[in-house]
């Protein structure tokens, strides 16, 4: 087994006011050559958005795009004539191909907009974009893993151009979780939303996470209430 740890308090970190950000991996002005992914992982920020305020039209091209509200309301709008609102228990999803231009904003006046944006490498580029919206809390089951973006074919409601895989879980203190890899040469990155858990016999808390590769399945402890978001990416 292969490993890495990021804390939280490593995490690139700016505050532009209306934004307060965290970035995992190097992004915009944060660079860390130690921390550029996590095989196909490119980005996962942390965003923390004023009321009324957000991302103005800007583009993207050849990037599988997933965005998760953790609190509030996240409107959306692209050069593709989409159009929505999503909220805590549903995820958004662009693959944005041969280019498409797309803003980000906080949909409520009153309240702070909470939400991770996370970049995929897709396996194929040029690809007609695409953007769809999914509401996975169905699928969502105390204590379990719930796997809701799977290769495209999948059985999970979104898919990206990746053999990647999103599972998301929230867990009563001292109850375990094994996660078996789902094709060889990936790694999962365990990234925690809230709480504590163990991994491998590695503690992490809020926010920190691990990187896991060149093992078959990983074992999870929730030490005590927590939940978790893993990503199993390529790494090879």
């Known amino acids: 087994m292969k490993f890495i740890v990021d804390k939280a308090e490593t995490r690139?970190?700016?505050?532009?006011?209306?934004?307060?950000?965290?970035h995992t991996f190097s992004f915009a002005d944060y660079y860390n050559p130690q921390r550029v992914h996590f095989g196909a992982l490119r980005v996962l920020n942390d965003d923390t958005v004023a009321p009324g305020e957000g991302f103005g039209m800007h583009p993207h091209n050849n990037m599988e795009v997933v965005s998760i509200p953790l609190q509030g309301y996240l409107r959306h709008g692209d050069s593709v004539k989409n159009e929505s609102t999503i909220?805590?228990?549903?995820?958004?999803?662009m693959s944005t191909g041969t280019g498409m231009f797309h803003s980000e904003y906080n949909a409520s006046m009153s309240e702070v907009l909470k939400f991770l944006q996370i970049w995929i490498v897709p396996k194929v580029k040029n690809t007609k974009p695409e953007y769809h919206n999914y509401d996975i809390r169905p699928l969502l089951k105390h204590n379990e893993l719930c796997t809701f973006i799977s290769p495209e074919g999948g059985k999970a409601p979104a898919h990206l151009l990746q053999d990647a895989w999103f599972s998301m879980g929230t867990f009563d203190a001292g109850r375990h979780v094994t996660y078996r890899m789902n094709k060889k040469n990936t790694g999962v990155y365990i990234f925690v939303l809230e709480g504590n858990i163990d991994v491998q016999g590695k503690t992490l808390s809020r926010r920190d996470a691990i990187g896991v590769w060149d093992v078959e399945q990983v074992e999870i402890q929730s030490v005590s209430n927590s939940s978790i978001l893993l990503i199993e990416v390529p790494v090879a």
């Not at 690139?12 to 965290?22: A, P, Q, R, S, V």
């Not at 909220?87 to 999803?93: A, F, N, R, S, Y």
């Open 87 to 93: 909220t805590p228990g549903e995820i958004q999803v």
């Open 12 to 22: 690139g970190y700016f505050d532009h006011g209306w934004l307060k950000t965290f």
